[in-house]
DNA sequence: GGCTAGGGGTTGTTGAACAATCCGACAAGA
DNA sequence: TCTTGTCGGATTGTTCAACAACCCCTAGCC
């Protein structure tokens, strides 16, 4: 997320890949790290306020650190920032993910554009993700389903190679968890996904760049009107996640 | 750029539109902006150090508003922040240029493949900034060129009439400003480019889309390819704006 | 020459304080 | 009853000062 290396890789260019996991971490990074989980798993639900006073002092750090923490998390848009109110865990509305879905295909469709071009490593990486899927349906633990089935997307837009299209990607599926909260998390909402990923990744590896267009699109637009359809029927003020959260006050 | 607004228009419809300019900015948030035109403008030359004393001393504010500031660049892409090292104004490298023009292509085409169904006030403005550019080369005005260019561009992003495509397409062209201090701002730079803008634009209103899509592609490739050999000649340690900048130290 | 230890300077984090602002409640008036 | 004005509590916005942690550079050592 640190974002402005230019590299240079000396002779140990297999051991570049890995710098990001030693990049060290600030406490207000890791205190964001641990919103975005507690928000993207739906512990967090979406309105909650988050009092600057109340938060400090349940992670035991200070208020400025506490708000460095909530402009990463700004940046990721999982909260938004009110003026002389605070900051709120975001509230997706269906349009919000009507949005999000237009700039994906755009995404993926760069992604799949550029899959005749790709590097070998990225064509593995969406093999990897439909894997990891596809073993996790035999477990039948459907969570880490739609965990794999993000990664599948994430690595086909991937396909581009670019830096910034894998930026943009993850900061709106990660966008996209918040909606998942509204929908429950069901046998029959993924398998009919999981198996259209398999025709999508077939096609990927056949070639037919054009057939794969027209499927994401189709595939996508699907995905879209599920969801939003789920969202719409849920409806504003039912949000299922059982709401243990005490340290922090509803919105008004 | 707060964004979390759910809509409940009343009777003031209208009114509701103009919510967005009264939203109050913080101190931190001006204090972006000025950097922002500074380095957007080449007054700050990429890779001048940002230290929070001196900067904070010549804008009198403080050293946290000045961290708050700091953040929202980040998210801008503008600088880059070091732990335990400070910010620097970005050094955008070949390979940077090369990857936004990657995220741009899908970005534009998304735009001109939504053009048949696209809001008739967002064909306006393309067709605006299509004026704007013609009228600056009219004037001789070729900073004002590049300015509608880039408005044109975003424009034609926009045709997607997806909030978060805007938002990526306006943080791409602020980043890629950054570049442009390293290619001279000449006629013979813009005057060719200008041209296939009055190309794209016709070819949008005839509907030929993928006659667009072909032109686009091609044109983005050119202007990338010019861009890059540009800055390699250029050189790195070469910025060619005259460093008045004495807030600042280097970067090593 | 190459390596280690130390020092200067910068950032990271904290805590406290005051000002500005928002929100809800209460009261006065039509 | 409904609207409007005013007040007070609570939260955020901003600043300040201090210390710890860290990086870079240099001096000295082998």
Do not use: K
Request: glycine share 10%; proline share 4%; charged share 25%.
């Amino acid at each position: 997320m640190v974002g402005g290396e230019q590299g240079s890789t000396g002779a140990f260019g297999a051991l570049a890949a890995e710098r990001g996991r030693l990049e060290r971490t600030g406490v207000a990074q890791r205190v964001a790290e641990v919103l975005r989980d507690h928000i993207t798993e739906g512990r967090l639900a979406p309105g909650t306020r988050l009092s600057e006073e109340a938060l400090g002092e349940a992670l035991a750090v200070s208020r400025n650190t506490l708000r460095e923490a909530f402009r990463l998390l700004v940046d990721q848009r999982l909260v938004v920032h009110e003026l002389n109110r605070g900051v709120f865990v975001r509230i997706l509305t269906p349009e919000d993910v009507d949005d999000i879905f237009t700039l994906r295909l755009a995404l993926e469709t760069a992604g799949v554009r550029a899959a005749p071009r790709a590097a070998p490593e990225r064509l593995a990486q969406v093999r990897i993700a439909l894997a990891q899927a596809e073993a996790a349906e035999g477990r039948g633990d459907w969570v880490a389903v739609g965990t794999a089935d993000l990664r599948f997307h994430q690595s086909v837009a991937g396909l581009a190679g670019s830096m910034r299209i894998d930026d943009c990607m993850s900061r709106l599926l990660a966008e996209l968890r918040l909606a998942f909260g509204a929908v429950p998390t069901a046998h029959g909402l993924h398998e009919p996904f999981l198996r259209r990923n398999q025709i999508l990744a077939g096609l990927l590896e056949s070639g037919e760049s054009d057939d794969v267009e027209v499927e994401l699109t189709r595939y996508l637009d699907d995905a879209r009107r599920v969801i939003v359809t789920a969202m719409r029927a849920a409806g504003p003020g039912a949000p299922p996640g059982p709401g243990p959260a005490a340290v922090t006050s509803e919105r008004r």
